[in-house]
């Protein structure tokens, strides 16, 4: 890389520990970044994961107050966040490099919609469980647990917009502010990307500076991003992801 590509991949990096503590896209301005440097769309999926991994968790750790009274039912979701986290790795490296190259502009498009949709998922989501008088008919239960699964095999496949399939998933079926389901959210973020890079650190090619200047750059985001989530206002935070991965969208297609 040269010094611009690496001040450009630095700033992505603590852009996107922002963006991830707040609503969980920060891979939405990493990869098109790592794309436009020139790294293959497997190597920057790759490299981004282990890149976000210390900004995931100082993400966390900025929500470590809105986690008090939750450690049971964060336990509980973090076995079906690190069973599907491994799934997901295992099957980035199983598929073939074209079948990826193929399948992670379906991803960043559908995360994309996502993104811009997010109000509408939080609303209907909030009028669903007000009519049902309360937290949904299960809470916590297996259907919960099983739809937290299943993204998190998508969050270590690919991580964009994992944040918010968890979120959306959780304030359909527990009654606690938002808050506090985004701390529980940075948690299991955490988890799947930790354990896809323990996966990926021993079987898979990365660009170690990529994920050194990604892993620096997240960390500082995560902890701005942490702390200044009740001031910044989502629509311009989603206006600049959804931007952003378009701009992602374009590089993959016209590769």
């Keep these: 890389m ?10 992505a990096g603590v852009g996107a520990g ?18 436009a440097v020139g790294l ?37 979701l973090c076995v079906g966040a690190l069973f599907g986290g491994i799934c997901g790795a295992v099957l980035l490296l199983v598929l073939p490099a074209a079948a990826v190259e193929r399948i992670v502009p379906v991803l960043v498009g559908l995360a994309l919609v996502l993104v811009a949709c997010q109000p509408l998922i939080a609303r209907r989501a909030a009028r669903r469980r007000a009519a049902a008088g309360g937290p949904g008919p299960r809470g916590e239960g297996p259907p919960l647990l099983a739809g937290l699964t299943l993204a998190s095999v998508y ?18 079926f527990l009654d606690e502010p938002l808050h506090r389901l985004n701390a529980i959210k940075n948690v299991l973020v955490a ?50 992801i959804v931007a ?12």
Excluded at 198 to 210: G, N, S
């Design 40 to 76: 293959p769309p497997v190597t920057a999926v790759v490299s981004n994961a282990l890149g976000l991994v210390p900004g995931s968790v100082s993400a966390a750790v900025g929500y470590r107050a809105a986690l008090a009274g939750q450690r049971r039912r964060v336990l509980r």
């Design 191 to 240: 988890v799947v990307n930790s354990v896809a890079a323990l996966v990926f650190l021993f079987v898979a090619r990365f660009d170690w500076t990529a994920v050194l200047l990604i892993a620096v750059g997240s960390t500082v985001g995560g902890q701005v991003g942490a702390r200044l989530a009740g001031f910044l206002r989502p629509a311009v935070l989603r206006a600049l």
């Design 155 to 172: 969050g270590g496949y690919f991580s964009a917009s994992q944040g918010i399939l968890y979120l959306a998933l959780m304030n359909a």
């Design 18 to 35: 922002a963006a991830n503590a707040v609503v969980g896209n920060g891979t939405l301005i990493t990869f098109p970044v790592l794309l």
């Design 244 to 255: 952003v991965g378009a701009l992602g969208l374009a590089e993959l297609l016209r590769h």
């Design 2 to 11: 040269t010094p611009y590509e690496m001040v450009a991949v630095l700033a």
